[in-house]
């Protein structure tokens, strides 16, 4: 599966919070006891993952864990839609027959948490001097723990990348640093009469709210500030105006309906100059079966905002534990292996990106990016900041709240009395979700 697809589906993936919501209520679970007993030696250790380019690089290794557990190892791939069910019926029903499982840090694991479906692994974590969780980012690791405790353990990060045309931007001085240069480059740049344009991204209301996230940061925005909602906030409403203006100017018609899968074959057959969205998705432009601009396609670092450059570096898939699991002790030595410094250097060297700092900080595990990406994953890495979404049990809920004065910019209405309102509604929201978690 090629790193677009395997993109693609997990996008899916975003439906599961409100189905297990809808599924499981809001109540806490964390009541109900974790099964005892060991299952017998012919039971495999069960981890659940998406067809990701991560979990085939660890399946293609899983013979040499087998020979240091003594254990057979089972890996299930599924496609989002896939994955988001069978959690869906297994963790409702308390089910034994899932060990690890391959989660998201910023969608699923609040909800999960709550609901008392993943083990506690602080202790392991924070007392197992080898496994140096302190060599982890602090902006994934941090996205790790909920209500105090480490619940999951990154293993795929992610960031945005600002993808332009080097040849459209030689007579510009370069690849715009500022968000105020991109603006002006885009604008300059567009010949929409012509079909093409100077900045294609995600405009659809609930999607674009994770990318749309870095120039909220950039602006000195939040969306959430102590605990009240901060997004009608003088700095989150420059970022919606910015974000609209950006789109309703030099972006393609309809980007109000545009998601991953609409923007990204815009850049890849040369009809844009400029396109921000994450760098896991860089190979597609690269790929000569879906892009006609990889020998002109540049990668760049996410641009100075008012406040700086501050995007986003998240956690995009980590490993947890099912609580159910009868086999905690072999699921720890699992993703204890998958996670490790050798694991982590290994894989990124083979192009996808980890959570490690010292991966990160070894040249020979950057070298399957091309030089000038690698350069703008390790600075943006350092810059980043460890969400691109709210911090919320029903996560798509809150994305859709938004995401409304997003549409509003684009469509070139007025963005603040949108913001307001849709700030009210998010306040509301605020509350009645964190009376969920108190429950």
Same mark, same amino acid.
């Given at each position: 599966?090629?790193?677009?697809?395997?993109?693609?589906?997990?996008?899916?993936?975003?439906?599961?919070?409100?189905?297990?919501?809808?599924?499981?209520?809001?109540?806490? @679970?964390?009541?109900?006891?974790?099964?005892?007993?060991?299952?017998?030696?012919?039971?495999?250790?069960?981890?659940?993952?998406?067809?990701?380019?991560?979990?085939?690089?660890?399946?293609?290794?899983?013979?040499?864990?087998?020979?240091?557990?003594?254990?057979?190892?089972?890996? #299930?791939?599924?496609?989002?839609?896939?994955?988001?069910?069978?959690?869906?019926?297994?963790?409702?029903?308390?089910?034994?027959?899932?060990?690890?499982?391959?989660?998201?840090?910023?969608?699923?694991?609040?909800?999960?948490?709550?609901?008392?479906?993943? #083990?506690?692994?602080?202790?392991?974590?924070?007392?197992?001097?080898?496994?140096?969780?302190?060599?982890?980012?602090?902006?994934?690791?941090?996205?790790?723990?909920?209500?105090? $405790?480490? @619940?999951?353990?990154?293993?795929?990060?992610?960031?945005?990348?600002?993808?332009?045309?080097?040849?459209?931007?030689?007579?510009?001085?370069?690849?715009? $640093?500022?968000?105020? %240069?991109?603006?002006?480059?885009?604008?300059?740049?567009?010949?929409?009469?012509?079909? *093409?344009?100077?900045?294609?991204?995600?405009?659809?209301?609930?999607?674009?709210?994770?990318?749309?996230?870095?120039? @909220?940061?950039?602006?000195?925005?939040?969306?959430?500030?102590?605990? $009240?909602?901060?997004?009608?906030?003088?700095?989150?409403?420059?970022a919606y105006t910015f974000y609209g203006k950006?789109?309703?100017?030099?972006?393609?018609?309809?980007?109000?309906?545009?998601?991953?899968?609409?923007?990204?074959?815009? *850049?890849?057959?040369?009809?844009?100059? *400029?396109?921000?969205?994450?760098?896991?998705?860089?190979?597609?432009?690269?790929?000569?079966?879906?892009?006609?601009?990889?020998?002109?396609?540049?990668?760049?670092?996410?641009?100075?905002?008012?406040?700086?450059?501050?995007?986003?570096?998240?956690?995009?898939?980590?490993?947890?534990?099912?609580?159910?699991?009868?086999?905690?002790?072999?699921?720890?030595?699992?993703?204890?292996?998958?996670?490790?410094?050798?694991?982590?250097?290994?894989?990124?060297?083979?192009?996808?990106?980890?959570?490690? %700092?010292?991966?990160?900080?070894?040249?020979?595990?950057? %070298?399957? *990016?091309?030089?000038?990406?690698?350069? #703008?994953?390790?600075?943006?890495?350092?810059?980043?900041?460890?969400?691109?979404?709210?911090?919320?049990?029903?996560?798509?809920?809150?994305?859709?709240?938004?995401?409304?004065?997003?549409?509003?910019?684009?469509?070139?209405?007025?963005?603040?009395?949108?913001?307001?309102?849709?700030n009210a509604e998010f306040a509301d929201f605020?509350?009645?979700?964190?009376?969920?978690?108190?429950?």
């Amino acid at each position: 599966m090629s790193t677009s697809r395997q993109s693609l589906s997990r996008r899916s993936f975003g439906r599961l919070a409100a189905g297990v919501a809808g599924a499981a209520g809001l109540g806490a @679970l964390g009541a109900c006891a974790p099964p005892r007993g060991k299952p017998s030696a012919s039971t495999p250790l069960r981890i659940m993952a998406i067809n990701h380019v991560w979990a085939q690089a660890i399946q293609r290794r899983s013979e040499e864990f087998e020979d240091r557990i003594g254990r057979r190892v089972s890996i #299930t791939m599924l496609t989002g839609d896939q994955l988001a069910s069978s959690y869906n019926v297994k963790l409702n029903a308390s089910g034994t027959d899932v060990d690890v499982m391959m989660v998201r840090a910023l969608q699923e694991q609040l909800l999960f948490g709550h609901n008392g479906w993943l #083990t506690d692994l602080t202790d392991r974590v924070e007392q197992d001097k080898d496994f140096a969780w302190g060599d982890f980012q602090p902006a994934p690791r941090n996205a790790s723990v909920t209500a105090g $405790k480490v @619940l999951s353990v990154p293993v795929v990060t992610e960031r945005p990348a600002l993808y332009y045309r080097k040849d459209l931007v030689e007579d510009l001085g370069g690849p715009p $640093k500022t968000l105020d %240069a991109l603006m002006d480059a885009s604008l300059e740049l567009a010949d929409r009469k012509k079909n *093409f344009f100077g900045y294609v991204g995600r405009g659809q209301r609930n999607g674009a709210v994770s990318q749309w996230s870095s120039f @909220l940061y950039s602006y000195g925005g939040d969306f959430v500030v102590d605990g $009240k909602s901060a997004i009608a906030t003088p700095q989150a409403l420059a970022a919606y105006t910015f974000y609209g203006k950006l789109l309703a100017k030099a972006g393609p018609p309809g980007a109000t309906n545009m998601n991953l899968e609409q923007a990204m074959p815009i *850049f890849a057959q040369g009809k844009a100059a *400029f396109y921000i969205d994450a760098d896991a998705i860089y190979s597609n432009f690269l790929d000569p079966k879906i892009s006609t601009v990889r020998e002109k396609v540049g990668f760049a670092p996410f641009p100075a905002g008012p406040a700086g450059a501050h995007p986003h570096n998240i956690p995009s898939w980590s490993l947890g534990i099912n609580k159910f699991s009868r086999l905690r002790d072999e699921s720890w030595e699992f993703i204890r292996w998958a996670s490790s410094p050798e694991m982590v250097a290994a894989i990124q060297a083979d192009g996808i990106p980890g959570a490690r %700092a010292s991966a990160w900080n070894d040249p020979k595990n950057l %070298a399957a *990016f091309p030089p000038e990406l690698a350069e #703008t994953m390790r600075l943006n890495a350092e810059r980043g900041i460890g969400y691109d979404r709210p911090r919320v049990l029903q996560v798509s809920r809150a994305r859709d709240i938004i995401g409304r004065p997003l549409v509003a910019g684009i469509l070139g209405e007025p963005v603040e009395p949108v913001a307001r309102d849709a700030n009210a509604e998010f306040a509301d929201f605020l509350v009645r979700d964190n009376r969920h978690k108190e429950n």
